[in-house]
């Protein structure tokens, strides 16, 4: 039963994340993450890891649109003391523990993106004439939680109890929105399985 799940889970994610070619690449490894991290979030191991009956956990929970409510402000993502805030610009030198660094066609803007591998996340930035900004921050590491405390592998009640219920839901996909930055949270199952941090554009 678990693995007909992770398969399915697999199937979703493939099927929601495709505004890029290097989203499909990244929802495998977050597959293949949360396939190896069957114990959920670090979050739940520390609540003691409540675990639902098959039956429900099968249940595919309908998250209902609240209207997308914009406040004021910005997603920030904070990470070894460095603040990494979509739009704003990127220093690789304070952040320097990436694993891989590559350029790819921008999705956004014209010419070519980096995406910065720091195994834990990817972080992708645009290029402009007077430096790298970032673009997306995409979680791969269910133990990697927001500025906030969301983890991949964590609830939807998790999620409201952090952010609020003024998201907009578009499908699996719950976007919140500050000033021109967002937070897409895509669920499965009532799961948290992908989190990006991005610019608005």
């Given amino acids: 039963m678990k693995k007909m799940s992770k398969v399915l ?19 495998g490894n977050l597959a293949q993450d949360i396939t ?3 114990g959920g979030s670090q979050r739940d191991a520390e609540k003691g890891g409540d675990n ?8 595919e ?13 910005a997603f920030s993502f904070v990470y070894e003391g460095v603040t990494l ?16 660094v590559a350029e790819v066609p921008s999705c956004a803007f ?11 996340f990817e972080l992708t930035a645009y290029i402009e004439e007077d430096g ?15 500025t ?24 699996t996909a719950c976007t919140y929105t500050r000033g021109e930055t967002l937070l897409i949270i895509i669920t499965r199952n009532d799961i948290v399985v992908s989190i990006e941090y991005r610019l608005d554009r």
Avoid: H, W
Wanted: contains cysteine; charged residues 30%; hydrophobic residues 30%.
């Fill in 9 to 27: 889970l697999l199937c979703v994610i493939l099927a929601v994340l495709t505004a890029c070619g290097r989203e499909a690449t990244l929802a």
């Fill in 36 to 38: 190896m991290n069957t």
């Fill in 52 to 59: 639902k009956e098959d039956g429900e956990a099968e249940q």
């Fill in 61 to 73: 929970t309908e998250v209902s649109d609240c209207g997308k409510q914009k406040e004021e402000g």
């Fill in 85 to 100: 805030t979509p739009g704003e610009f990127f220093d690789q030198s304070a952040l320097p523990g990436y694993s891989d």
């Fill in 110 to 120: 014209d010419g070519n993106d980096k995406v910065y591998d720091y195994e834990v």
């Fill in 132 to 146: 790298e900004r970032v673009y997306s921050v995409y979680f791969i590491d269910p133990n990697m939680p927001t």
């Fill in 148 to 171: 906030e405390g969301l983890c991949l592998g964590d609830t939807v009640d998790d999620m409201k109890s952090l952010y609020g219920e003024g998201y907009e839901a578009e499908g």
